[in-house]
């Protein structure tokens, strides 16, 4: 029996998401390394002469983008309406529950995905938990006031903050925030977390993305893609 590498699961996934890419599409363009997958499936498609724009979730993904040709939106900010959105996780579960922002682009996806008909998610096997919890949850934050809220989050039940170093520096988003990475145990109630977050001063978005998931694509080490719906029963 074959035995996928990350890499090559991760390819998988992409290559699945990016087969409901349909003529004329608008599309979300996530960011990290499983999506970095689907670019470059995305820039295949689009050398054989399928039409569509994206809308990049960071400017990595910007950047990256327009190295392999694909045509973006040049005015994003303007955007209401997104076709599709194809991302990773850095965790998910069985009902489509995510944790986001190890790449620190938590609140660009978030936004991104909230204006999306339909929301893909694509990851190894190795991403798929039983419940959340296991990788901290990214919270992106003000400057002014992190210490603050990092000390609320504490509050919450976090068994640990950190904030997100660059070096010897504060790692800065592409919206010039820092992120504070929350570790948790376990998450008795995802959706009331996901809100209780953003109730504290200083915090400008967190990582878990909860009922905004459509579609959880998982590429297993045996080489079989799993599809995962949003309220639909696992078998």
């Not at 986001?100 to 991104?112: D, H, Q, S, V, W």
């Not at 504060?170 to 504070?180: C, E």
Request: aromatic share 6%; proline share 4%; charged share 25%.
């Amino acid at each position: 029996m074959q035995t996928l590498s990350l890499e090559e699961q991760k390819r998988r996934a992409a290559e699945a998401a990016v087969e409901y890419i349909e003529e004329g599409m608008v599309l979300g363009l996530g960011t990290g390394s499983t999506v970095d997958h689907a670019l470059q499936v995305i820039a295949d498609k689009v050398r054989q002469g399928m039409q569509l724009r994206g809308v990049p979730t960071s400017k990595r993904t910007e950047a990256r983008a327009r190295e392999l040709g694909i045509p973006l939106v040049e005015q994003p900010e303007t955007v209401t309406r997104i076709h599709l959105t194809i991302d990773g996780a850095d965790e998910a579960d069985e009902q489509c529950n995510l944790i986001k922002g190890g790449g620190g682009a938590l609140t660009r996806e978030k936004i991104i995905a909230s204006m999306s008909e339909r929301v893909i998610i694509i990851v190894d096997s190795t991403k798929l938990k039983p419940a959340l919890g296991s990788f901290p949850v990214p919270v992106e934050v003000l400057q002014f006031g992190w210490k603050a809220a990092a000390e609320a989050v504490q509050q919450l039940g976090a068994t640990r903050v950190d904030l997100r170093m660059d070096g010897d520096r504060p790692f800065v988003t592409d919206n010039g925030h820092w992120i504070l990475d929350c570790q948790f145990e376990t998450f008795p109630d995802v959706g009331r977390m996901a809100q209780v977050f953003n109730t504290i001063p200083a915090v400008v978005e967190n990582g878990i993305f909860y009922e905004l998931c459509d579609l959880l694509i998982v590429a297993e080490q045996d080489g079989h893609i799993r599809e995962i719906f949003a309220g639909v029963e696992s078998s």
